[in-house]
């Protein structure tokens, strides 16, 4: 695997297939890239699409539901029917 992004992906990602749109088109994404001397071609480091995953502190994302509170208390339907 190349440290840079290939041809392929590079038009995949900014829409164009010639060097100048595509510098355009990254600048505007707010990507780094750096231009070959020899041609022009944007190279962009592959490092900027692999993120590490970030877990947030704390509490988890997902609680489990608290059914006692939720077998105390009537439902709207068992208030109105005068039902306990």
Request: avoid cysteine.
């Amino acid at each position: 695997m190349s440290l840079w992004l290939s041809k392929e992906e590079l038009t995949e990602l900014t829409g164009y297939k010639t060097a100048s749109r595509q510098k355009l088109a990254l600048d505007r994404m707010g990507l780094k890239f750096r231009s070959r001397p020899l041609d022009g071609f944007p190279l962009v480091d592959r490092w900027q699409f692999e993120g590490e995953i970030i877990r947030p502190r704390g509490k988890p994302w997902r609680q489990e539901s608290t059914w006692g509170a939720i077998d105390e208390s009537p439902s709207a339907t068992s208030r109105m029917l005068g039902r306990k």
